[in-house]
């Protein structure tokens, strides 16, 4: 019976010490700050209308006032195909053609899941087709959108899909049932265009990023610092009230995990969206400014900033340009607009 006991004291006090080695791993350290940084933003035209702004307007704004040289626009399945084998692509036509104006490097979202509230946009015409069906007009609209812009100097990368990996949004139930038709995607875009690499994107804080490099030549991770959680996703809302929480992630936490995947799969991680915009109970420009700021303001933008320096990567999307433009124009609060300004121009 001793020699039993004494078995289960030795295994658990390998697991204890396996235990401490990988907390130390992740969440102890500091990482080396990159020599030089990439800073971007991500744009959607949606978002901006839903703010109310002209869209034109701020697209312009981003680059001949902010200076921004990096964009990553997410465009909609919905917008484009809005009738089955209707395509119009005069916005993004327009985006793509000032971002080649002013020597702007896009990366350029495709699939349906592509970002922004309810983060899948398929056309509502899907609604009554079946899932084979739904993928085969998905593979027909991402190889029109390739082969329309494949030649156009101002995209750098294509990203496949937006969180495909992450169960996140109003999308059909089979979409994360695996990522067999995530690579399918992938494999119609390389095919389509040889000469760009393919992002993958992937929750920073949630996820391990190993089936995103599998299916991607690029990691694109988030990184949010502070959120609304909704306990009743846990399934504990009777325990504990809603609330809001900064994640108590260290940055060290996303380099060890980017040294991963470098060494097993050989692939560099980037962010593809870094916090710059409120996270709230529902969305933001439905709820007081006050409100918004207990997520967002100055002083946080200047935090998360600081914070992405300290965890080694070399680019940075910014997630709230839309955002920082309403608050400079509708609530004459352009401090955060500045801040970006300053740093663009460095």
């Not at 100055?298 to 998360?304: A, D, G, P, R, T």
Request: glycine share 4%; net charge neutral; aromatic share 18%.
């Amino acid at each position: 019976m001793k020699k039993k006991f004494k078995t289960i004291y030795i295994f658990l006090g390998i697991i204890i010490v396996l235990g401490l080695v990988v907390f130390c791993y992740f969440f102890v350290g500091r990482a080396r700050v990159a020599e030089k940084i990439i800073w971007g933003v991500d744009f959607s035209q949606m978002q901006a209308q839903s703010l109310k702004l002209n869209w034109k307007e701020i697209y312009l704004a981003i680059m001949d006032d902010l200076g921004v040289k990096n964009i990553k626009i997410h465009t909609q399945w919905d917008w484009i195909e809005g009738k089955k084998n209707e395509y119009y692509f005069g916005d993004t036509d327009w985006q793509v053609q000032k971002a080649e104006e002013n020597n702007v490097k896009l990366i350029y979202v495709l699939g349906m899941k592509t970002g922004r509230w309810p983060e899948c946009h398929a056309p509502a015409w899907t609604n009554n087709i079946s899932e084979d069906q739904i993928k085969l007009e998905l593979l027909k609209y991402i190889k029109q959108v390739v082969l329309r812009y494949k030649n156009n100097s101002a995209i750098t990368y294509w990203q496949v899909e937006n969180e495909p990996l992450l169960e996140f949004g109003e999308c059909p139930a089979w979409y994360y049932r695996n990522d067999d038709f995530l690579k399918q995607e992938v494999a119609l875009v390389k095919s389509l265009d040889s000469s760009r690499q393919v992002i993958v994107s992937d929750s920073g804080e949630l996820n391990w990023w190993f089936n995103a490099s599998r299916a991607g030549d690029i990691v694109g991770t988030t990184m949010y610092r502070k959120a609304w959680v909704n306990t009743s996703s846990f399934g504990f809302n009777f325990f504990l009230p809603n609330f809001y929480a900064t994640y108590p992630i260290p940055p060290i936490f996303y380099s060890r995990k980017a040294e991963l995947i470098k060494y097993f799969f050989n692939k560099d991680v980037i962010c593809v969206e870094l916090q710059a915009e409120p996270w709230a109970h529902k969305p933001f420009y439905d709820v007081p400014l006050a409100e918004q700021e207990k997520t967002m303001n100055l002083e946080q933008f200047k935090n998360n900033i600081n914070y992405a320096k300290k965890t080694g990567l070399d680019a940075f999307y910014f997630w709230g340009v839309e955002w920082w433009y309403w608050l400079k124009t509708a609530q004459n609060s352009p401090a955060i607009w500045n801040e970006a300004k300053t740093l663009f121009s460095n």
